[in-house]
């Protein structure tokens, strides 16, 4: 590792030489994710304490008519930041982080560090209705991956340490390691191997360690004291899942919706920011709970300190549906997570609203344990990820006791929410430009080598007016079956298999006066040389062809067979599935 001792210091270099000495590989990984969980834990803890500060500072501005403007100052800052500052897509940052993993091999630039980070503080600080975990996310990633780069980690150690960064600003920023662990492995990694299990468990609680010495032990949100759940609270907690599973649906498409609205108005990687700045800050006027992380809402809901009715609280949730959809959805730098909180505990609060005066009191569990359990179910279904939904909660609350219903509430959610919407919130925009490849699967593997990585080219070209004669002599020095015909001019003009002019070869009067132009199979199907395995093999089928020609343009290259794509499929396969 050439780049390490400059990188991580004379002592820590030890500790790496020491484990590689052994030739314990995963070793050096396990140092690596110390350090990405100390970085990415630094800057989750940063971040959140900038942004309260900020909020803090802007208070006096937010309370009066300002108010209006600033969500569309913040916006609009934060994305120049983002966009033009740091030349980086718009857009909450998880879905780049999955591309890099899927695409780019786990590689990001160092820029990625600060961009969303001081993007997301300016958004978020100035009332933008989005949480902080999707920039926090980015940055982290971002940290693994320059890490590894300086490291020279290979691909897959490289995709591991982004899945470090990833957990350990989700531990840092939640206080929450088995959080972290879960959504690096459900949405960035989508495994679990001991390769990538034990670095990433390592990272996410190195940010947590780090968040409780500095913060104590406390959870974020108090639940309540109690949180028994009865069966008929466990029954109703499915109709509260089929809530949940809609709502997530609402937010996913209202997402995509704003993002499509501000492509047809033509307005801009800045203009749309800006404009649709201003209407979240017309909702927050009306509406100021429906501004910011939302984090002081869930504490009312929970705690039971909210004193709404049902209609009100519809209008407060419909409030804050819009705001967020239309914060997320002008590319302004913002997390999924706190609004799918929020949705989720007025979710949870609204139906107990609802059912409270059919249900005898005795046998309905509080409030704030439906909030609890409203707030796993939206997280599961825009994230479409159960998991992460279900530990999330229990750890940012300490509401263990509730576990039963959030489980029976997260996988409702998740079944509804799948049947509406294939992709999760993070997933769409990747899948819908075929980026969503995930490593050691087919799609990754297909995507992934070209068709000049398996060429033939030991073949011996013929040329049209040859005689088979003169086809016997070329084929007495090679095993193959299969001769490119070419004109004058070395262009392609056809195929010949032996096989098909087998009776004219045993026949040396007919081989003497036969023309390779006249027998061959004139143009047919052809492969380009930057084609990938997946088109090679659509043509194949087509073609009902088991060898091909490769071009590039009407130049001849090399030939490919089925066989040799099998085989290179194998290879590939094998090398980014391997644990050591």
Not at 540 to 549: E, K
Not at 550 to 576: A, C, H, P, W
Request: aromatic residues 4%.
């Amino acid at each position: 590792m050439p780049g390490a001792r400059e990188t991580l210091g004379a002592p820590l270099q030890r500790v790496i030489d020491l484990f590689e000495a052994r030739e314990e590989r995963w070793g050096t990984l396990l140092v690596l994710a110390i350090v990405v969980g100390l970085l990415a834990g630094c800057l989750a803890l940063g971040l959140h304490a900038g942004t309260e500060r900020l909020v803090h500072w802007l208070a006096p501005l937010a309370a009066g008519p300002g108010g209006i403007v600033l969500p569309a100052c913040g916006a609009l800052l934060g994305s120049w930041v983002v966009v033009s500052l740091m030349k980086e897509p718009a857009g909450h940052g998880v879905p780049e982080v999955v591309r890099a993993v899927c695409r780019e091999g786990g590689r990001m630039r160092p820029r990625s560090i600060v961009s969303r980070w001081l993007g997301s503080l300016l958004h978020v600080g100035a009332g933008g209705s989005a949480g902080l975990e999707g920039p926090i996310v980015h940055s982290g990633a971002a940290v693994g991956a320059t890490i590894a780069d300086r490291a020279h980690l290979d691909e897959r150690r490289r995709a591991i340490l982004v899945a470090c960064g990833v957990a350990a600003g989700i531990a840092g920023i939640f206080h929450a390691p088995l959080t972290g662990l879960a959504f690096s492995m459900e949405i960035v990694l989508a495994e679990v191997s001991a390769l990538s299990l034990l670095p990433v468990v390592l990272a996410a609680a190195v940010a947590a360690a780090l968040a409780q010495a500095l913060h104590g032990d406390s959870t974020i949100f108090a639940a309540p004291l109690e949180l028994s759940v009865s069966s008929t609270d466990l029954l109703l907690c499915l109709g509260l899942g089929l809530a949940c599973g809609l709502g997530a649906v609402l937010l996913t498409r209202g997402v995509g919706w704003m993002d499509r609205l501000g492509g047809r108005l033509n307005l801009g990687r800045l203009g749309a920011p800006a404009l649709f700045g201003v209407g979240v800050g017309l909702i927050g006027f009306f509406v100021p709970k429906a501004l910011g992380d939302g984090y002081s809402l869930i504490h009312e809901v929970i705690a039971g300190d909210l004193s709404a009715g049902p209609w009100l609280l519809a209008g407060l949730f419909a409030a804050k549906l819009l705001a967020s959809s239309i914060s997320l959805g002008s590319g302004a730098p913002g997390g999924v997570f706190a609004p799918s909180l929020v949705l989720g505990a007025l979710t949870g609060a609204l139906f107990h609203r609802v059912i409270e005066p059919w249900i005898p009191g005795d046998q309905l569990a509080s409030v704030g344990s439906f909030a609890l359990a409203g707030m796993g179910g939206m997280v599961a279904g825009t994230l479409q990820a159960p998991l992460t939904g279900i530990l999330l909660v229990m750890e940012v609350t300490g509401g263990y006791g509730a576990s039963l219903a959030l489980m029976a509430t997260t996988v409702t959610s998740l079944l509804v929410a799948r049947r509406f919407e294939r992709w999760s919130i993070y997933m769409r925009v990747l899948a819908e430009a075929g980026d969503l490849l995930r490593p050691g699967t087919d799609q990754r593997i297909l995507a992934d080598v070209r068709v000049s990585e398996c060429l033939d080219d030991a073949v011996l070209p013929i040329h049209e007016g040859m005689t088979l004669a003169d086809l016997v002599r070329v084929a007495r020095r090679t095993s193959r079956n299969h001769f490119p015909v070419l004109d004058e001019d070395g262009a392609l003009v056809g195929m010949l298999e032996l096989s098909s002019v087998r009776e004219l070869l045993l026949d040396p009067e007919l081989a003497r006066v036969t023309l390779v132009g006249t027998v061959m199979q004139a143009g047919g199907a052809r492969v380009s040389a930057d084609a990938t395995l997946a088109e090679a093999l659509a043509q194949f089928d087509a073609a009902n062809a088991w060898v091909l020609p490769v071009v590039e343009g009407d130049r001849f290259l090399g030939l490919v067979s089925k066989s040799t794509l099998f085989g290179i499929y194998r290879n590939e396969l094998r090398l980014q599935t391997q644990e050591g």
